[in-house]
């Protein structure tokens, strides 16, 4: 079946360090990908998608690419934020089924 | 996108009882999706429910324990039943947005069996 594949964590890094988290995955079809982002005390939003191979998603700093090669869907960022501490979860969905997650990962970001 | 508003955003409840959950949608959608997150994990699917059909359950989640009414296309229930620590959680509320592209969630229900 489908499944999402990520990163263990925590992930601790220092204000201003790069972020990688990564994300592959398993699907029967063609998947669209998604990173949601769950800030403490609060529900899952998008930060980001892509619906094809290559395309990439980004937001606040954030960007993935769609590598349908390596099945691969990273999410990245150049300079953190102690405010980008959350859990972020990697998904996919295959035309337009049920979403299927990652099992999240926590990052924390120290000042 | 899409708003929604979930009740209650938390309660206490007493094992053996049951707790249902509201889910207000500010537009109409056809699929709604009831989610648990237990501590420190995922997102698990219970089920989808379809306005003027019974839910279907994804494995591992029955109706007696998790029923789900849709009456219309803004809203929907899940019931919480016979209820045990176990089912200490976090349950949130989805739709899909147009073309079935990016999920929207509610804030979310936490609850806490004692």
């Known amino acids: 079946g489908d499944s999402v594949t990520q990163m263990e964590g925590p992930v601790t890094l220092s204000e201003e360090a790069f972020l990688t988290i990564n994300c592959t995955y398993t699907?029967?079809?063609?998947?669209?990908l998604f990173w949601y982002v769950q800030y403490p005390g609060e529900g899952l939003q998008l930060l980001l998608k892509?619906?094809?191979?290559?395309d990439k998603g980004s937001n606040k700093g954030f960007e993935a690419t769609y590598r349908k090669e390596t099945t691969s869907f990273h999410l990245e960022k150049g300079s953190v934020q102690v405010s980008d501490s959350a859990v972020y979860f990697c998904?996919?969905?295959?035309?337009?089924?049920?979403?299927?997650f990652g099992a999240g990962t926590i990052l924390r970001v120290k000042s | 996108s899409a708003v929604i508003s979930q009740k209650p955003s938390r309660d206490i409840c007493q094992r053996g009882t049951s707790l249902t959950i509201q889910c207000q949608v500010d537009?109409?959608?056809?699929?709604m999706f009831w989610y648990r997150q237990q501590p420190g994990q995922s997102l698990t699917l219970i089920a989808t429910a379809n306005q003027g059909s019974e839910a279907t359950y994804e494995s591992g989640f029955v109706i007696d324990k998790f029923p789900i009414s849709r009456p219309n296309l803004t809203f929907s229930t899940l019931t919480v039943s016979n209820m045990s620590p176990e089912d200490s959680s976090i349950y949130l509320c989805?739709?899909?947005?147009?073309?079935?592209?990016?999920?929207?969630f509610g804030q979310g229900t936490r609850l806490t069996v004692v």
């Open positions: 699907a029967t079809g063609y998947p669209s």
């Open positions: 998904a996919l969905s295959v035309l337009g089924n049920k979403l299927v």
């Open positions: 989805s739709v899909r947005g147009q073309g079935l592209g990016e999920a929207f």
């Open positions: 892509a619906t094809k191979a290559d």
């Open positions: 537009s109409q959608v056809t699929m």
